[in-house]
């Protein structure tokens, strides 16, 4: 089956971090860019970060400059968020997306179910 | 950043209603644009890609047209299963910018 399964979020304290995995089946991934969108509770898409097939163009959102990091494994088949210095406003619904190519950009054609990050102390 | 901006914000319409979202980009992206549909508790899906290409599997009644600057997301025909919130999406360039979306309401 073609999906994408996003695992470790949680609540987690201002300041601390926090790693976000997302396993991915019924495709070949390593063909394939990989992104993470997010979604505050109530409001809209936010776009946080996009990965090309073999690392080698990635992208942020200015608003996680500096303390995200995506990474993927092809050999895993895995995507990885690492998210330092959080903040309350980083607490959202945290997509794991595929993109259409294996270079950066483009739309999403597949999206896992999410997994939820609360910042609170 | 590019910025997105869908109108209206809300749209309440009936069954069988012909309905028009608008999304306006802040610079020229071609057609590098995307529509979704987001209904609640759910993940998007994607609908129409390159402004006006629908992806497989997503009823005709959707339809996009547009390029440069404004686009147009139309739905020909409400169904029950169309009410929802919809995104567009740029993907000219980095970083991906998303609109503020369009809840779409039953009247």
């Known amino acids: 089956e073609v999906q994408l399964v996003e695992s470790g979020g949680g609540l987690v304290q201002p300041g601390r971090s926090l790693r976000l995995s997302c396993a991915a089946s019924g495709f070949t991934f390593d063909d394939y860019a990989m992104h993470w969108v997010r979604q505050a509770p109530g409001k809209g898409l936010e776009w946080v970060s996009g990965i090309s097939w073999n690392s080698g163009s990635i992208g942020y959102a200015d608003s996680v400059k500096g303390r995200f990091t995506i990474s993927r494994d092809n050999a895993k088949n895995s995507l990885y968020l690492q998210m330092n210095s959080l903040r309350a406003e980083d607490t959202a619904l945290y997509y794991c997306a595929k993109g259409v190519t294996g270079v950066g950009g483009g739309y999403f054609d597949l999206w896992g179910r999410g997994t939820l990050v609360t910042v609170s102390s | 950043a590019i910025r997105m901006t869908q109108s209206p914000s809300s749209l309440s319409a009936s069954t069988g209603d012909r309905v028009t979202i608008t999304c306006r980009a802040s610079?020229?992206?071609?057609?590098?644009l995307a529509w979704y549909q987001q209904k609640p508790g759910k993940a998007p899906k994607l609908l129409i890609y390159a402004a006006s290409t629908l992806q497989s599997g997503v009823p005709s009644r959707f339809s996009g047209s547009g390029s440069g600057t404004d686009f147009t997301l139309t739905i020909s025909c409400l169904q029950s299963e169309d009410f929802a919130t919809y995104y567009c999406q740029q993907y000219y360039s980095y970083p991906i910018t998303f609109g503020q979306g369009t809840r779409l309401e039953i009247k």
């Open positions: 610079q020229g992206i071609s057609s590098y």
